[in-house]
């Protein structure tokens, strides 16, 4: 019975209803008189396969190795005993690979099984190739040949039975991208819904279309695209999410695909609609800090409120400023032309050094040019000549302008006080009132137009003319993390502070770096050098230790742009020995962020072809 029970779902012991739910059909009762004759009844009369029932309409991955897993294949596992469990794992575990049938059998079990000819049909009415394969990790290759011989050959229906080795399992996956999603004939139902808080309909149920009055529960998965939303196509979640937030009063979770099952029994109106909302990720972020879901249930954090600080106001009025836009972030400041600008703009101490002339800007161009690329042609004999360059660099100027990166103006002087100061092309008319001596005085004839830096991206690279600030190092890890790690869907928040009391105002905590990348939930620590991970000894590492035990992420990422002395790989070591015997380890990345280079200098955008 042990043997017809894992392979066939035949039980002595049937469940209530199980009568009523096969009444539509042609039930066979086995007895203590016809039981001799089971094999002969499974082989004739074909009766419904419990065991392959229960895998017919799963969506699941399953893995392909064309040499040992082939679609078509047919396994016999034989166990030398009911003690040894390695050919019950592999039988369990070989379903993750292509296979068209396995049956587990002991040794015991198949000694009295090839007593019948019919369990020879069985097997023949299970395999598809000729060839069968047997397979086990507790007999010897001769062993299992013996058994071949004296009693498998001597029922076979038109097979052949031919021992296999399986000591390279798991096999080797084949796929380009390591997996294969399989569709055993689930249908999807496709829905629109027009705004984040919408009603979605239950589909019909695929197995049957009368629920009977005993209890029956399904799952119901659901994967979320939002084609309004390009930056995030697919909306996945990490696995603390709480999905009754999403698909109300509901229990579900999130499966391995991060997307949301949740749960119907017949008791509920299986051909109506279940109340759905699509949070924000701020409010997703906030349920994730505060009451994340782990291991099934909801436990509540110290942390009780959210919000920002100085830092991140910065931050998001840097990213506005580029329209949200984190491509173009990333082409400017990973260009070391753009960036040693900037950073020279940042940090001239001459009176309004903060500015550049477009002459100035397009001499300081060409002499970057050909020292670092090579030497710029004469127009009409190449595209690479300085007039070129010129129309490229007023396009790009023309871009900063627009997006208020440059400010418009007039580099003057006062011919009263002597004083040097940029104006806003909006504080200029005919008269200039001087901002030292206060004194007016006429827009001298042909001025020329200067450029001054933002304010914003001034205090996101400098906190002064000597310290470093580290929101670019966050910015260009936050993109590190969208561009190169996501495939599907990127969301991503400023710093934050963390408060356990609603009424005060120094947070217990604080993350730099907050992302969600494919469904998995990022959180880490940016500095500009490395050595900083270590000040104060390791407060920074260890608030963030501290934050990740509480909200259960899945990675923890250390940034940096300088790595000095290593201190970013032992800053790593730290988090991994903290998280060592931590029941729920999230996974440890350093990123040591590209610095900018003159790669882009030598690129058609600088050239007006």
């Known amino acids: 019975m042990d043997f017809y029970l894992t392979n066939f779902g035949l039980s002595s012991n049937g469940y209530v209803g199980e009568d009523k739910m096969t009444k539509h059909l042609n039930p066979i009762k086995i007895t203590i008189d016809?039981?001799?004759?089971?094999?002969?009844?499974?082989?004739?009369?074909?009766?419904?396969?419990?065991?392959?029932?229960?895998?017919?309409?799963?969506?699941?991955?399953?893995?392909?190795?064309?040499?040992?897993?082939?679609?078509?294949?047919?396994?016999?596992?034989?166990?030398?005993?009911?003690?040894?469990?390695?050919?019950?794992?592999?039988?369990?575990?070989?379903?993750?690979?292509?296979?068209?049938?396995?049956?587990?059998?002991?040794?015991?079990?198949?000694?009295?099984?090839?007593?019948?000819?019919?369990?020879?049909?069985?097997?023949?009415?299970?395999?598809?190739?000729?060839?069968?394969?047997?397979?086990?990790?507790?007999?010897?290759?001769?062993?299992?040949?013996?058994?071949?011989?004296?009693?498998?050959?001597?029922?076979?229906?038109?097979?052949?039975?031919?021992?296999?080795?399986?000591?390279?399992?798991?096999?080797?996956?084949?796929?380009?991208?390591?997996?294969?999603?399989?569709?055993?004939?689930?249908?999807?139902?496709?829905?629109?819904?027009?705004?984040?808080?919408?009603?979605?309909?239950?589909?019909?149920?695929?197995?049957?279309?009368?629920?009977?009055?005993?209890?029956?529960?399904?799952?119901?998965?659901?994967?979320?695209?939002?084609?309004?939303?390009?930056?995030?196509?697919?909306?996945?979640?990490?696995?603390?999410?709480?999905?009754?937030?999403?698909?109300?009063?509901?229990?579900?979770?999130i499966n391995n695909r991060r997307d949301i099952s949740f749960y119907i029994h017949n008791q509920q109106n299986t051909s109506g609609t279940v109340e759905m909302y699509i949070p924000e990720f701020k409010l997703l972020l906030h349920q994730l800090i505060k009451n994340p879901v782990f291991q099934g249930t909801v436990s509540d954090t110290k942390y009780i409120n959210i919000g920002p600080h100085d830092s991140s106001n910065r931050m998001n009025s840097f990213i506005k400023l580029f329209n949200y836009d984190l491509d173009m972030i990333d082409d400017f400041f990973t260009d070391k032309f753009w960036v040693d600008l900037f950073e020279d703009l940042c940090k001239s101490e001459k009176a309004a050094g903060d500015s550049i002339s477009f002459d100035n800007l397009l001499i300081r161009c060409i002499s970057t040019y050909e020292a670092e690329i090579r030497k710029l042609g004469k127009k009409g004999e190449t595209l690479e000549n300085p007039e070129n360059l010129s129309l490229g660099l007023q396009q790009i100027l023309k871009t900063l302008c627009e997006l208020s990166v440059f400010l418009q103006g007039f580099k003057i002087k006062c011919p009263r006080c002597s004083s040097i100061f940029w104006y806003h092309i909006k504080e200029v008319g005919n008269k200039v009132n001087c901002k030292g001596c206060l004194e007016d005085y006429n827009l001298p004839i042909e001025s020329t137009f200067s450029y001054k830096l933002n304010d914003l991206i001034k205090n996101n690279i400098f906190q002064s003319k000597t310290q470093r600030d580290g929101n670019l190092t966050v910015i260009r890890t936050l993109i590190r993390l969208g561009l190169r790690h996501s495939n599907k869907s990127f969301e991503y928040s400023s710093q934050f502070n963390l408060y356990n009391d609603y009424l005060s105002k120094k947070p217990t905590n604080e993350i730099d770096v907050v992302a969600l990348v494919d469904g998995k939930l990022i959180i880490g620590e940016a500095k500009h050098n490395s050595k900083e991970f270590g000040a104060y000894k390791n407060k920074s590492l260890d608030s963030l230790i501290a934050v990740a035990k509480d909200i259960y992420p899945d990675k923890v990422v250390l940034s940096c742009y300088i790595d000095e002395h290593g201190k970013l790989e032992s800053a790593k070591k730290y988090l991994e020995h903290h998280f060592k015997h931590y029941e729920y380890a999230p996974e440890i990345e350093a990123l040591l962020l590209h610095q900018p280079d003159y790669y882009p200098l030598s690129g058609s955008k600088y050239f007006y072809y």
Request: some cysteine; charged content about 25%; aromatic content about 12%.
């Open 34 to 253: 016809n039981f001799p004759t089971l094999n002969r009844v499974i082989h004739e009369h074909k009766p419904i396969n419990r065991t392959k029932l229960s895998k017919e309409n799963l969506n699941t991955k399953i893995l392909r190795n064309l040499q040992f897993a082939r679609y078509n294949s047919f396994e016999i596992v034989i166990a030398k005993d009911t003690t040894s469990i390695l050919d019950l794992l592999y039988y369990w575990n070989r379903e993750l690979y292509q296979c068209h049938s396995i049956i587990y059998v002991t040794v015991d079990e198949l000694l009295e099984l090839t007593k019948d000819k019919y369990f020879g049909g069985i097997l023949y009415d299970l395999s598809v190739d000729q060839t069968i394969d047997v397979v086990s990790f507790t007999l010897t290759k001769e062993e299992i040949q013996q058994l071949i011989n004296d009693h498998l050959n001597k029922i076979a229906f038109h097979r052949t039975f031919r021992y296999e080795d399986r000591s390279n399992f798991p096999f080797d996956v084949l796929d380009a991208d390591g997996l294969r999603e399989s569709d055993y004939g689930e249908q999807s139902s496709l829905q629109t819904l027009l705004s984040d808080e919408n009603l979605l309909f239950i589909p019909r149920l695929s197995f049957t279309e009368k629920v009977e009055f005993y209890q029956q529960k399904w799952a119901i998965d659901i994967q979320i695209s939002q084609i309004n939303k390009p930056s995030r196509k697919t909306l996945n979640f990490p696995l603390t999410t709480d999905t009754r937030f999403i698909v109300r009063t509901v229990n579900g979770r």
